[in-house]
């Protein structure tokens, strides 16, 4: 029981410097506050219990990351999601070559956050939740495959993939505001 | 581009997925080594991998949209808490006996009121700013690069063109809240030259940007004022293969970005350091 206990101060140790970064995502995934609460509540919940299969050497950031998203995927709106069909073999259908931007459109102006929070908003949810784990969390690649379940190259052309997409969501905006 | 970039990517412009692979510091080595090769004599590409940067750092900052409200933190923090050291014994054998799945979190979540509050007091200074603080300079370290390698783009003039520090200088006075000195050419390390220099912001403060070479390579130093500049104090030394390096002064705040060698690095920061030291 002591050891136990130990155990339990352990895991506190390392999900509370975590628990920001957790709600966060959590909101993304939901996208409903009280929604990304109880996700990172029961999230906590089994992580505590799945804690003893956590091996100390791995990655304690990625292996949270993964059971948020598990537990996601058994909610509502995670079943919703996970429905949606994503075009991931068919790079085709997302044209960005056609009409290439100049450079000069290349070098957006990117400190407007509105903009840019509307245009992840509009994000396919499984380019954005690629794209968070990178940039946001700064979670490496080989991580996001474990968390997302998914081969290392997928995970390297979502990424990509949402990077074009939200320079293509961002070009009109722009155009309009300049 | 009449090529799609994709269909040579071995040989000629970066595709989409190594560019992004790139910026993201996942390419091996060698790989590595090759891209940078190519951007030394590729404009178009070292316009993209820049563009591409900016995004990450705005995508970055964007991102972290929504922070817990003060009640829902204490209530998560307490359920960390109590799943490590609950008040009632009782409870601590209910959960690690491995209760049904939908109960536990429901249980922790209506914790007396008091320890919650006290949990979300201890989190809200601790954990929370520790959170905010850390991000931040992970953004300010992009910001720097960002603003380095706009820097190093052939199409960017200095506002200011001048070797002259008595050009430079005053060319401030007016744009900046605060003021400096800049070394005489003299006082400088060998080999060192100063280019121009920017008025730019970094986490929306004001900031002279002061460009220099070093042998060939270019050099950007921030000068920010020390009162209203955030915390540098655990910014990363080197950032995708640019050395980062940093000082303060009673007044100011320096920070030098460039892949010259950092000792190199060092001796300009130096120089600048001692050129604020009052005669």
């Not at chain 1, 505590?48 to 995927?73: E, G, H, Y």
């Not at chain 1, 450079?103 to 509009?122: F, G, V």
């Not at chain 1, 954005?128 to 390297?156: F, N």
């Amino acid at each position: 029981m002591s050891s136990a206990t130990t155990r339990s101060a352990e895991f506190e140790q390392l999900a509370l410097p975590l628990l920001a970064s957790l709600y966060n995502h959590a909101h993304w995934l939901t996208r409903n506050p009280a929604e990304a609460e109880d996700l990172v509540q029961e999230t906590f919940t089994k992580a505590l219990r799945a804690f003893d299969s956590f091996q100390s050497d791995t990655n304690f950031k990625a292996w949270i990351f993964r059971i948020l998203r598990n537990t996601f995927l058994t909610t509502r709106a995670g079943i919703a999601a996970a429905r949606t069909v994503f075009l991931e073999d068919h790079p085709d259908t997302l044209d960005t070559t056609a009409s290439g931007p100049t450079p000069e459109e290349i070098l957006l102006r990117l400190d407007n956050d509105a903009t840019l929070h509307t245009a992840l908003e509009q994000l396919q949810p499984q380019l954005r939740e690629a794209l968070l784990l990178c940039d946001v969390e700064e979670i490496k690649y080989k991580d996001i495959a474990v968390i997302l379940d998914v081969p290392i190259g997928t995970v390297m052309s979502r990424i990509s993939r949402a990077r074009r997409t939200l320079r293509q969501l961002l070009q009109p905006q722009l155009g309009e505001s300049l | 581009m009449n090529q799609t970039p994709q269909a040579n990517q071995s040989t000629d412009h970066l595709g989409h997925d190594k560019l992004s692979a790139f910026i993201d510091g996942e390419l091996a080595p060698a790989e590595k080594q090759r891209i940078e090769q190519h951007l030394s004599t590729c404009h178009e590409c070292t316009l993209r991998v820049l563009s591409a940067t900016q995004l990450k750092t705005a995508t970055a900052r964007a991102g972290q949209r929504f922070a817990p409200p003060p009640d829902a933190l204490a209530r998560l923090t307490a359920q960390l808490h109590s799943q490590q050291a609950p008040a009632k014994p009782l409870q601590t054998m209910k959960t690690q006996a491995n209760l049904p799945t939908k109960t536990p979190a429901r249980i922790f979540s209506i914790r007396p009121a008091a320890w919650a509050a006290l949990a979300a007091a201890i989190l809200l200074t601790v954990s929370f700013l520790g959170w905010r603080q850390l991000h931040p300079t992970n953004t300010l370290a992009a910001e720097l690069l960002d603003q380095h390698l706009a820097t190093l783009s052939s199409s960017a003039t200095p506002q200011v063109i001048s070797t002259d520090r008595h050009t430079v200088k005053p060319w401030f006075q007016g744009r900046l809240p605060f003021s400096f000195n800049l070394p005489e050419p003299a006082a400088l390390p060998p080999d060192t030259t100063l280019k121009g220099a920017n008025l730019t912001y970094l986490n929306g403060q004001p900031a002279a940007l002061l460009l220099f070479t070093i042998h060939k390579h270019e050099v950007s130093v921030f000068l920010t004022q020390r009162s209203t500049s955030p915390t540098l104090t655990t910014l990363p030394n080197t950032r995708s293969g640019f050395t980062l390096h940093a000082a303060t002064t009673p007044d100011l705040r320096i920070v030098a970005v460039s892949d010259v060698n950092p000792a190199e690095l060092d001796n300009l920061i130096a120089s600048l350091v001692q050129a604020q030291k009052p005669i």
